[in-house]
Every structure is written in structure tokens, then in C-alpha cells.
């Protein structure tokens, strides 16, 4: 009998083995696109507002988003979260599998995830932005990456570690924003270098007031 996969497991192990390593690696190889996107993101979020982070990593991005505004960060793994709670102590973080977090419906202005979508088996991509846009106020926008490619695979050596990766694809994933009840506001394609895999699509997605 095959062994059966347990992919948040594999992902949470792999990010705590990771730790502070990740950060420098991912600077490394996708620094312009991110500080493309986050300058997009940044630009829609008014100071006050309530900010929801799905996969906060060591909570270098944080830092910016909880400027201003009050901030809570989620990862999966526990080093990710003691991390995020250094670089950014001014926000809120929890130790949560995104997949079954459960926020009040209306709490928040924007829903930020970076890199942190291909990492969600395929299967449960469309009930997590289904539950993101459930937890967006009315007018408020979902800033997120995803994979380009479709399918569930596990990695054997990500930054040194074995890994988990998940999609549904490019139009899939259009797809379900749209039938949760979002409004794309922008969508891009973007290729980095080699070693962020085969680059992601790059959405922000508006609740429509």
C-alpha cells in the first residue's frame, strides 16, 4: 500500500526546517515582482483598515501592511509565526491552517496571500476563496498569487527540504473568483527566475460594494 500524503504536514515541517533561511531566498529570486505587487496592494488599503494575511511567512511583508492599519498574520508553521512576531510585533498572529481558519463573515477590508495558494491542495482552492470573500467586507479586495499550473505534486528538494505544491490553473482560477462574487481588478502573469518554480498569476480581486 502507497503511503498517504499528508500535504500540510509536509508544508509545515518544510517551513519550520526552513526558517529564516526562506526570506533571503525568495528576495533573491522574486524581490521586483513582489514589491511590484505589494505597491498595488498598498495603494488599495487605507490606513484603519483591517488586514488579514494568509500565509505570513517570517512577516517581512508585515511590516508594510500593518502600517497604519491593524494587522493579522496566519501561517501553518509555528517557526513562521515566533519569526513574524519579531519583524512586525505590532500585529496579531495565529498559528492556523488557512484551509479551516474560521473569521467572522464582513471583518475585514482586505485579504492579502503571497506565494502562499500553491502550497493549498487543488481541491481546496475554490472553498478557500469562497470563505475569503465570505470574510471581506463589502468594497474590499483580495490581493493574492496563485500557481499556473494544475494538479497536486510534492517537491523532494525546496530550499533543502521536501515540499508540497497544489493548483488548479490559470483559468480555473479566474473562474472561481468570479463565482465566489469577485471583480478582477488586475491580473498579471509573471515569469521570475528559474528558481520560483514556473512563475504564479497575480490577481486583486474586489468584493463589489
Given at each position: 500500500?502507497?503511503?498517504?500524503?499528508?500535504?500540510?504536514?509536509?508544508?509545515?515541517?518544510?517551513?519550520?526546517?526552513?526558517?529564516?533561511?526562506?526570506?533571503?531566498?525568495?528576495?533573491?529570486?522574486?524581490?521586483?515582482?513582489?514589491?511590484?505587487?505589494?505597491?498595488?496592494?498598498?495603494?488599495?488599503?487605507?490606513?484603519?483598515?483591517?488586514?488579514?494575511?494568509?500565509?505570513?511567512?517570517?512577516?517581512?511583508?508585515?511590516?508594510?501592511?500593518?502600517?497604519?492599519?491593524?494587522?493579522?498574520?496566519?501561517?501553518?508553521?509555528?517557526?513562521?509565526?515566533?519569526?513574524?512576531?519579531?519583524?512586525?510585533?505590532?500585529?496579531?498572529?495565529?498559528?492556523?491552517?488557512?484551509?479551516?481558519?474560521?473569521?467572522?463573515?464582513?471583518?475585514?477590508?482586505?485579504?492579502?496571500?503571497?506565494?502562499?495558494?500553491?502550497?493549498?491542495?487543488?481541491?481546496?482552492?475554490?472553498?478557500?476563496?469562497?470563505?475569503?470573500?465570505?470574510?471581506?467586507?463589502?468594497?474590499?479586495?483580495?490581493?493574492?498569487?496563485?500557481?499556473?499550473?494544475?494538479?497536486?505534486?510534492?517537491?523532494?528538494?525546496?530550499?533543502?527540504?521536501p515540499m508540497?505544491?497544489?493548483?488548479?490553473?490559470?483559468?480555473?482560477?479566474?473562474?472561481?473568483?468570479?463565482?465566489?462574487?469577485?471583480?478582477?481588478?488586475?491580473?498579471?502573469?509573471?515569469?521570475?527566475?528559474?528558481?520560483?518554480?514556473?512563475g504564479f498569476?497575480?490577481?486583486?480581486?474586489?468584493?463589489?460594494?
Amino acid at each position: 500500500m502507497s503511503k498517504r500524503i499528508d500535504p500540510k504536514r509536509i508544508v509545515r515541517e518544510g517551513y519550520d526546517q526552513i526558517g529564516a533561511t526562506y526570506r533571503p531566498w525568495a528576495d533573491a529570486s522574486d524581490a521586483e515582482t513582489r514589491r511590484w505587487f505589494l505597491s498595488e496592494v498598498l495603494a488599495r488599503i487605507p490606513g484603519g483598515s483591517d488586514v488579514l494575511e494568509l500565509g505570513c511567512g517570517p512577516g517581512v511583508d508585515a511590516t508594510l501592511l500593518a502600517q497604519g492599519r491593524r494587522y493579522t498574520g496566519v501561517d501553518l508553521s509555528p517557526r513562521m509565526i515566533e519569526l513574524a512576531r519579531t519583524n512586525a510585533p505590532s500585529g496579531t498572529f495565529i498559528e492556523h491552517d488557512l484551509v479551516t481558519l474560521d473569521r467572522p463573515a464582513d471583518s475585514f477590508d482586505a485579504v492579502v496571500s503571497l506565494y502562499v495558494f500553491g502550497h493549498i491542495p487543488a481541491d481546496e482552492h475554490g472553498p478557500c476563496i469562497r470563505r475569503v470573500f465570505a470574510w471581506l467586507r463589502p468594497g474590499g479586495v483580495f490581493c493574492a498569487s496563485f500557481p499556473l499550473g494544475s494538479g497536486d505534486t510534492v517537491e523532494e528538494n525546496f530550499i533543502g527540504v521536501p515540499m508540497f505544491f497544489g493548483g488548479i490553473g490559470t483559468q480555473a482560477t479566474q473562474d472561481g473568483l468570479r463565482a465566489a462574487g469577485f471583480v478582477l481588478e488586475l491580473l498579471e502573469t509573471r515569469i521570475d527566475t528559474a528558481a520560483v518554480r514556473s512563475g504564479f498569476l497575480w490577481v486583486i480581486a474586489r468584493k463589489p460594494a
